[in-house]
């Protein structure tokens, strides 16, 4: 009985799909670009098929993940074959990550076209930022983002990767921007939160927290092999009659978010003001602060005659967020 050889896959420099078979011999490179359904199965759209018995339109099965180049890679479930596109990380949004793909046909015309993943995002236990899949069975793949990444002076995310133009072998340093907003409820944890509902975000494992005049500073451990840096959420400190405790951070666009804390208050020399930050649930986060006397100028005056009497008080707020 003849034994049927098995087809294997590729993809080649061009982004184009290689069919092999029979080991190192047949080789059939064909113009075909991929797709990306809303089932997160990658189609291959082929212009012809070297066999009979192969449609022009293929579904590959397979689990997702990214090379150290950042590149999108599948690695096919019935023979391990790794397809790796050639691809740059173009957009994230909350529930998806946007890839770009180019490919050049055989008559030397060049195409360029979008993958798009559909999933959320989380943080890894070495608070690296990760994209899950979305899988059937409520499994996932994840795609792990291996560098380093910055908050700027809008509060914003930032994630950075470098990579080596396939033409000109220039190193080129691409930035991902991620929109969200910050949450400190814990001592030990900070969180960014991208989509509530859709639980995606990423809530990372850092130091105490240190007030500056102008923010938070975190120390914090990114990679299997840590990376150590200090990142500072920036903001500044005010009383609101009405709310209590403030952090109000800067987002994009001009726009102002505010964290509102509960704090155990004491009157320090010169009337400054020594809080001790606890979170909504009143659990202490291991912040303290000192506030000056003119920050409570026509807003503080009933704390600080209260704490004249050398009483520890409390400056309680009402849990949540205001724009």
């Given at each position: 009985m003849r034994k049927i050889e098995k087809i294997r896959y590729e993809i080649d420099p061009l982004n184009r799909l290689i069919f092999k078979k029979g080991g190192a011999g047949f080789r059939y490179v064909v113009d075909s670009t991929f797709r990306i359904d809303k089932n997160n199965l990658l189609t291959c759209q082929l212009k012809s098929s070297p066999y009979p018995s192969i449609p022009?339109?293929?579904?590959?099965?397979?689990?997702?993940?990214?090379d150290k180049k950042h590149n999108?890679?599948?690695?096919?479930?019935?023979?391990?074959?790794?397809?790796?596109?050639?691809?740059?990380?173009?957009?994230?949004?909350?529930?998806?990550?946007?890839?770009?793909?180019?490919?050049?046909?055989?008559?030397g015309k060049t195409h360029l076209y979008t993958l798009q993943l559909e999933g959320?995002?989380?943080?890894?236990?070495?608070?690296?930022?990760?994209?899950?899949?979305?899988?059937?069975k409520d499994s996932y793949d994840t795609l792990t983002l291996t560098g380093s990444w910055e908050v700027n002076a809008q509060n914003q995310l930032i994630y950075t990767y470098t990579k080596?133009?396939?033409?000109?072998?220039?190193?080129?340093?691409?930035?991902?921007?991620?929109?969200?907003?910050?949450?400190?409820?814990?001592?030990?944890?900070?969180?960014?939160?991208?989509n509530e509902e859709l639980n995606s975000g990423f809530d990372f494992r850092v130091s105490l927290g240190k007030p500056l005049k102008r923010g938070l500073q975190y120390e914090i451990g990114i990679g299997a092999a840590p990376l150590k840096k200090k990142i500072t959420l920036f903001g500044s400190w005010k009383i609101n009659k009405k709310l209590g405790l403030l952090f109000e951070m800067p987002c994009e666009e001009g726009r102002l978010r505010s964290i509102v804390f509960e704090a155990a208050c004491s009157l320090g020399s010169g009337y400054?003001?020594?809080?001790?930050?606890?979170?909504?649930?009143?659990?202490?986060?291991?912040?303290?602060?000192?506030?000056?006397?003119?920050?409570?100028?026509?807003?503080?005056?009933?704390f600080l005659e209260a704490l004249k009497e050398g009483k520890e008080i409390s400056l309680l707020a009402g849990a949540g967020f205001r724009w």
């Open positions: 022009r339109q293929l579904k590959l099965c397979g689990e997702w993940s990214l999108l890679t599948l690695t096919l479930n019935k023979t391990q074959d790794k397809l790796i596109l050639k691809s740059e990380i173009i957009a994230t949004r909350a529930d998806a990550l946007v890839f770009s793909v180019s490919t050049r046909d055989s008559y959320r995002w989380h943080a890894d236990k070495h608070n690296r930022l990760s994209f899950l899949v979305k899988k059937q080596t133009a396939l033409k000109t072998k220039k190193k080129i340093t691409q930035a991902i921007t991620f929109k969200g907003f910050w949450d400190i409820t814990e001592k030990y944890r900070i969180s960014y939160a991208l400054n003001l020594n809080l001790r930050l606890k979170n909504p649930r009143h659990e202490d986060l291991g912040i303290n602060l000192k506030l000056s006397k003119t920050l409570f100028k026509n807003q503080g005056e009933a």
